[in-house]
């Protein structure tokens, strides 16, 4: 039963964002987007161990999330700061770090090291059980992405 | 008159990370740059598109492309640098290195 509602969260995902896309509410386009949706649902329903379902349908998670984009932008601005400055002056610290996330889930991992890159002066080069990342001015003193980690468990464990 | 500043933060951004690619030595710091134009550049463009047609299908269509945006681009830099780690390509002067 839980995981008919798991399921029922990764078609919606779907529809929606087919309705968005075409942008029209035109039965054909609609029916289309149905069958389209489910037939996709069906497919990936044996190859994914989470659903969106677990996240956005749970109040409390999203709310974590919210202050995840949050911090998570005030990373990114001060990030393109850091790297602006190295390009202006040409000075650059590169390093790479070992960083211990320990998540459970696989898609955890996943959007931390998607996290990690998106911002720049950070690139994780490798993933095993620890996450390897390649950072352009290191300091010894600053814990890198010690918030990523830090709120990133309340959202992604 | 708020769009406008963060398009010119935007464009800003594009040029100083491809000043950043032809001035930093290796692959792995060239990265960096690449993503600085992708994130800085396109994503903040994007959100200006995003408000100034705000309540558009401009402004959805914007909104979908950055989602998507943000879920494939760290995609690729990651492979780029992984592929250029296994290859055996080594990282300039590094402080510190863990993956050895």
Redesign the interface.
């Known amino acids: 039963m839980g995981n008919l509602f798991r399921q029922a969260g990764t078609f919606l995902l779907l529809y929606i ?1 087919w309705i ?2 075409t ?1 029209s509410l035109n039965f054909q386009e609609l029916a289309a987007g149905l069958v389209m949706s489910l037939v996709v649902t069906y497919i990936i329903h044996n190859f994914t161990d989470f659903s969106i379902a677990d996240y956005f349908f749970n109040p409390f998670k999203a709310a974590n999330f919210l202050v995840y984009t949050i911090v998570f932008l005030f990373a ?1 601005v001060r990030s ?1 700061m850091s ?2 400055r ?3 002056t ?1 000075k ?7 960083i211990l996330p320990d998540f459970k889930s696989e898609l955890g991992r996943a959007l931390l ?3 990690i ?10 993933i095993d059980k620890n996450l ?1 990342v ?1 950072c ?1 001015n ?1 300091r010894k003193d600053e814990k890198i992405d010690f918030l990523f980690t830090k709120y990133g468990r309340k959202v992604f464990l | 008159m708020i769009t406008d500043i963060l398009l010119l933060i935007s464009s800003i951004s594009a040029l100083l990370g491809a000043i950043g690619m032809l001035r930093f030595k290796d692959c792995y710091t060239r990265i960096h740059a690449a993503t600085m134009i992708s994130v800085g550049g396109v994503m903040l463009a994007l959100v200006v598109v995003a408000f100034e047609y705000f309540g558009t299908v401009y402004s959805v269509k914007a909104i979908l492309i950055f989602i998507f945006f943000a879920l494939t681009n760290p995609v690729s830099s990651h492979v780029i640098v992984n592929a250029a780690h296994r290859t055996g390509i080594v990282p300039e002067n590094l402080k510190k290195d863990d993956l050895r």
């Open positions: 964002s968005l896309f942008y990114e393109h790297v602006a190295s390009v202006i040409g650059t610290n590169p390093a790479i770090v070992k090291a998607n996290s890159t998106l911002t720049p002066g950070t690139v994780s080069v490798a390897y390649h352009l290191y």
